[in-house]
T-cell receptor, first 115, second 114 residues
């Protein structure tokens, strides 16, 4: 059983388009995240949601809008795509625990290429 | 501002060697430090999580240590195998964070030659 799933796995699109990436977790976690991995493989947090509520927004352009219809889903919508948005986007989930003894579970990633 | 650095960026060893990957972080105010493995084109798999009060964790051939005061962690891999080839990432969970974010190093790309 897939714990954290993302669709699509690959996304190729033109500059200026709007696209969405979907994420679902079946682990019963209440916190979900989006990370961006750039061409140098550096992973950086973008957003964190706890029980459908936005907790972290790491100065991401407002062209990126996460949406959480329920605590098992966190989708990422991107407007007016730019060349610099090309990257691998990872969704992750964990339990909400400030002591953070629980690890984060990552999805397989979505490789976005903007032409 | 918390920064995480991993050295070396890439490492190639013959099969059977023991090896050490290094991770350093600038702010010791962390809840935990985690080591992940990333295979090409795949997501991240958690290997070991060391809480801030712990000194080390072991899982099979892997042993991770944490020296919070000096801002260092090492991942020791014993008797390396070609299947260990992957990128290894360390990440810290800062105490003064909201929402449990992780701050990652840039990874060490390991290649184990048969």
């Amino acid at each position: 059983d897939t714990a954290v799933s993302q669709t699509p796995k690959y996304l190729v699109t033109q500059m200026g388009n709007d696209k969405s990436i979907k994420c679902e977790q079946n682990l019963g976690h209440d916190t979900m995240y989006w990370y961006k991995q750039d061409s140098k493989k550096f992973l950086k947090i973008m957003f964190s949601y706890n029980n459908k509520e936005l907790i972290i927004n790491e100065t991401v352009p407002n062209r990126f809008s996460p949406k959480s219809p329920d605590k098992a889903h966190l989708n990422l919508h991107i407007n007016s795509l730019e060349l610099g948005d090309s990257a691998v986007y990872f969704c992750a989930s964990s339990l909400w625990d400030r002591a953070s003894t629980d690890t984060q579970y990552f999805g397989p990633g979505t490789r976005l290429t903007v032409l | 501002k918390q920064e995480v650095t991993q050295i070396p960026a890439a490492l190639s060893v013959p099969e059977g060697e023991n090896l050490v990957l290094n991770c350093s972080f600038t702010d010791s105010a962390i809840y935990n430090l985690q080591w992940f493995r990333q295979d090409p084109g795949k997501g991240l798999t958690s290997l070991l999580l060391i809480q801030s009060s712990q000194r080390e964790q072991t899982s099979g051939r892997l042993n991770a240590s944490l020296d919070k005061s000096s801002g260092r962690s090492t991942l020791y891999i014993a008797a390396s195998q070609p299947g260990d080839s992957a990128t290894y990432l360390c990440a810290v969970s800062p105490i003064y964070n909201q929402g449990g974010k992780l701050i990652f190093g840039q990874g060490t790309e390991l290649s184990v030659k048969p």
